[in-house]
């Protein structure tokens, strides 16, 4: 495979997950609005990872993290949404944490999270070379 074809496979499921943060809106899954939204986010930083730098991305979910060693300006603004979404990543091993992060995100949060989250989704679309 190569690096634009894993990209393009990263890009697929980071926008079908962004379309699942969607549905769980309309479904009132505020949760899982932003755990998905991470998830995209997340899985389009892996692909950018892998068209700049290769595809030993590392294994782990903070965006910031992930996108700082990719050779591309990110405004600090970005580095603010991209903490908050890594800490709306969901670890199963862990139901007492996703109980009390649960009881935290508002409908309105939630449609904060989705806007913003599309905001940064179209601005990491224009950082493929």
Known sequence: MTKNQKYEHWLDIATYDLETAEAMLSGGRWLYVAFMCQQAVEKLV??????????NIPRIHNISALIKPIPVEVPKEKFIL???????????RYPEFMAKLSSRVTEKEATKILAQTKEVFSWLLTLKP
Do not use: Q, W
């Open 46 to 55: 892996k692909g950018l990872y892998t068209l700049y730098i290769d595809d």
């Open 82 to 92: 991209f903490d908050t979404l890594s800490a709306y990543y969901i670890n199963n």
